[in-house]
């Protein structure tokens, strides 16, 4: 039994991120064993797979397949997958078992068009028209406010930008935002600065931490956004995959790992499962060359 929202972490494990930058074909049934091991840890949802062109994401042309092949008897953990348009949305809200589609708006207008080949404006249209869908098939809609610690094309960020938006989304009813750091740009400043501005601002929705870091810098990153009130955070084990935009090789996915290890030393709960973590995580090794 989960206690109160403020002494418990909601960790999501992002199999996906961690996969799709991978060009080897990691065959389905290995996808499958290794995202089974994952639905058995206790992890609050798990970021699974996408709907979207596999021309985009060859790595994951195979979502569907894993999908139908997943066990999910007995099973808690949220089942989110990311998309980029309206198609997409359409393809994922056809499958009773997903809980959530993951859609990536991006903060910057350069980074919006090279991600998904529209501008702010027509994304905004499209999370609109995904928000109406997901509340036809009882799915729950998670924006990714990506470039969201700031971007590196000169373009305005600041606190303001980010509410701005933020105030569109809960306008259209998006209950969970995730602050995404897509290229590593985040500190302990940018994390503190958003994460108190933000929370009290909008009560009702869930803010999420997707960060970014390289090995030295995750503990600070956690334990900032920790402790000006962030309760979501989005990791990888072993800190797989990251934005290959990133201009710094060590920067990847947060590792689960030290999620995990931040919360026990400070006695937060999680839910976790440390056997079937063990577990899974020999599952990884096995799954990313």
Known sequence: MKKSHDSHMDI????RDAMQGIHPFIPTQRKVDYINSLLKVGFNTLDFGSF???????????????????????????????????????????????????????????????????????????????????????????????????????????????????????????EVLSLSDTIGTSNPDSIEYLFSALIP??????????????????????????????????????????CPMAADDLVGNMPTEKLLNYAAQNKIETGVNGLAFETAYNEALKTFP
Not at 204 to 229: M, Q
């Open 12 to 15: 999501v494990e992002c199999p």
């Open 201 to 242: 601002r909008f009560p009702k929705v869930t803010f999420g931490a997707h960060l970014h870091t390289t090995p030295d810098t995750w503990h600070e990153k956690v334990d900032t956004a920790w402790k000006a009130g962030c309760r979501r955070f989005d990791g990888a084990i072993k800190g797989f995959g990251g």
């Open 52 to 174: 979207v062109s596999p021309k985009a994401i060859p790595q994951l042309r195979d979502t569907q397949e894993v999908l139908d092949k997943l066990d999910l008897d007995g099973v808690d953990t949220r089942l989110l997958s990311i998309v980029a348009n309206v198609r997409g949305a359409e393809l994922a809200c056809a499958n009773e078992q997903i809980d959530d589609l993951g859609f990536p708006f991006s903060l910057s207008e350069t980074f919006q068009q090279r991600n998904t080949n529209r501008s702010m404006s027509e994304a905004f249209d499209i999370v609109k028209e995904i928000g109406e869908l997901t509340r036809k098939h009882d799915k729950r809609l998670v924006v990714y406010l990506s470039m969201g610690f700031g971007n590196p094309y000169n373009e305005p960020w600041n606190v303001d930008i980010v509410e701005e938006w933020a105030e569109k989304m809960v306008s259209e009813g998006v």
